[in-house]
């Protein structure tokens, strides 16, 4: 099936492989993915309004290369790696109980984002708005106060120690 210059409404794929695909120009509204592997899929002005990645293999997507009109999706329990968020606009953004592995989300405004219960190694966090997120049991994380904002952003313990990394501080 072709997925480039497409429109896509209300539709659940499911368990399918769109690994090289490519979805430039394409319009994926209240679509759910479940259990399909989207790598190195193409996102060139790709929209997505309302879109669920569910239990999805998610590696070297550029994200930042989306449509931003509407741009509204949620991963659960997904693996993401090396794929960029870099000067996105993800306010309110779910990425629970995922591994987001060597991410770019370089300036971006991830205020009211959930990382909760979710893996970020590797993955940067620099000039981010980070305000009122929630990285609520999340892990490996390493985010520098110094260098995002973090306004009543939420954080648990003992990965909340992390934080203290940039500081040229002895903690014993």
């Given at each position: 099936?072709?997925?480039?210059?497409?429109?896509?409404?209300?539709?659940?794929?499911?368990?399918?492989?769109?690994?090289?695909?490519?979805?430039?120009?394409?319009?994926?509204?209240?679509?759910?993915?479940?259990?399909?592997?989207?790598?190195?899929?193409?996102?060139?002005?790709?929209?997505?309004?309302?879109?669920?990645?569910?239990?999805?293999?998610?590696?070297g997507l550029d994200f930042s290369k989306c449509n931003n009109f509407?741009?509204?999706?949620?991963?659960?329990?997904?693996?993401?790696?090396?794929?960029?968020?870099?000067?996105?606009?993800?306010?309110?953004?779910?990425?629970?109980?995922?591994?987001?592995?060597?991410?770019?989300?370089?300036?971006s405004d991830l205020s009211n984002a959930d990382f909760s219960n979710s893996d970020l190694s590797g993955s940067s966090f620099n000039k981010t708005n980070l305000s009122f997120a929630s990285f609520t049991s999340a892990k490996n994380y390493l985010i520098n106060p110094n260098d995002n904002l973090l306004h009543k952003t939420k954080f648990s313990l003992p990965e909340a120690v992390s934080l203290l990394s940039s500081f040229d501080i002895e903690i014993e």
């Open positions: 099936m072709e997925y480039k210059e497409k429109e896509f409404e209300e539709k659940e794929f499911k368990g399918i492989n769109f690994s090289e695909e490519n979805f430039s120009n394409s319009r994926f509204t209240d679509c759910e993915f479940i259990d399909c592997n989207l790598s190195n899929t193409m996102l060139e002005n790709t929209r997505f309004q309302y879109v669920i990645f569910k239990n999805c293999k998610l590696l509407m741009l509204n999706f949620e991963f659960d329990n997904c693996i993401i790696s090396t794929s960029i968020f870099a000067q996105m606009k993800l306010k309110n953004t779910k990425f629970t109980n995922c591994k987001i592995i060597e991410c770019d989300f370089m300036d």
